[in-house]
């Protein structure tokens, strides 16, 4: 009788809890959204770079954004972020990015992601007024090294899975970023994919920013006129002391340097070292230059 009687009390206090199951489902929907909302507007207000600003969307697939921030990357102590501009449109929806080590390729494509993320999300923008952004139907990055040694997967297959994944799956409605592209292998076969993969891209019609050390795929601007654009980060190398300075501008046209040999003696490389380093690097240059046209033909 007592275990009939508890069964019975545990059968109504169950029914009578389940009624209230709507009102929490319904109050869990509105605190989310509040605490999205209150999220958004919290960046907005206490932006360190400046104002936040509402985008518009365009109907045919135009970008175009005045001195943009990186929302994360004015966040941090003591930086003065330097804000950029993005136009990718008929006159070239794949913008080559080059430029040296550390000033600042990866910050500007990653920056367009979170821009189209936060404006898809219903965020205001760090950017200037008067924004525009196409509506993204994916956003397919490439970017970062990385490795599965429980599936004996190679950081350069995993770029490679990555690369193919990207093929099949952008449209012309799609924002693709690629942080470099064919490093794990031969300067001839990552030059020989890089090139491959961003003429893809562009009979795909998908709008990309590919940051890249290969500087002979800034041709690919006079093979595809209209549709592919060249961008560099800037850099100045003092003339009498040959110090390197990051200008962390984005400017039209391609660079010709990566300064990589610069970056190391920065990261303090032994004198010799740097000498033994540019040596070869000139060697090197003036040998594989016909064999790298030779390829691209």
Not at 30 to 37: F, G, I, Q, Y
Not at 50 to 65: H, K, L, Q
Not at 146 to 173: C, K, N, P, Y
Not at 262 to 269: D, I, P, R, S, W
Request: net charge negative.
């Amino acid at each position: 009788a007592y275990k009939k009687a508890q069964k019975t009390l545990t059968g109504e206090l169950v029914r009578t809890a389940a009624t209230y199951a709507p009102v929490f489902s319904r109050a869990a929907d509105a605190l989310a959204s509040l605490d999205a909302l209150q999220a958004f507007a919290h960046a907005a207000a206490f932006a360190p770079g400046g104002a936040y600003e509402r985008p518009t969307f365009s109907d045919d697939n135009t970008v175009s954004i005045k001195n943009a921030r990186h929302p994360v990357g004015e966040c941090g102590d003591g930086i003065h972020f330097v804000p950029t501009d993005y136009a990718l449109d008929d006159q070239g929806r794949l913008v080559i990015v080059t430029g040296p080590n550390m000033g600042g390729k990866s910050t500007h494509i990653r920056g367009l992601a979170c821009l189209a993320i936060m404006a898809q999300a219903g965020s205001l923008i760090p950017a200037d007024a008067g924004a525009q952004l196409p509506l993204f139907d994916a956003i397919l990055a490439r970017v970062g090294a990385g490795d599965s040694l429980q599936r004996g997967v190679s950081t350069f297959m995993a770029e490679m899975l990555e690369a193919s994944m990207i093929l099949r799956s952008a449209t012309s409605q799609s924002l693709v970023i690629i942080d470099e592209l064919g490093r794990g292998t031969s300067t001839y076969d990552g030059f020989g994919l890089a090139w491959a993969i961003s003429e893809q891209l562009v009979r795909q019609k998908a709008t990309c920013l590919f940051a890249t050390h290969f500087h002979e795929l800034t041709q690919l601007e006079a093979e595809h006129p209209g549709a592919v654009r060249n961008r560099h980060v800037t850099a100045h190398v003092d003339e009498n002391t040959g110090a390197l300075a990051f200008l962390y501008e984005v400017a039209d046209g391609p660079c010709t340097e990566s300064f990589g040999i610069k970056v190391a003696e920065l990261a303090g490389f032994p004198p010799a070292t740097v000498q033994v380093a540019k040596r070869k690097a000139e060697e090197l240059e003036s040998s594989s230059g016909g064999k790298l046209k030779a390829l691209r033909a």
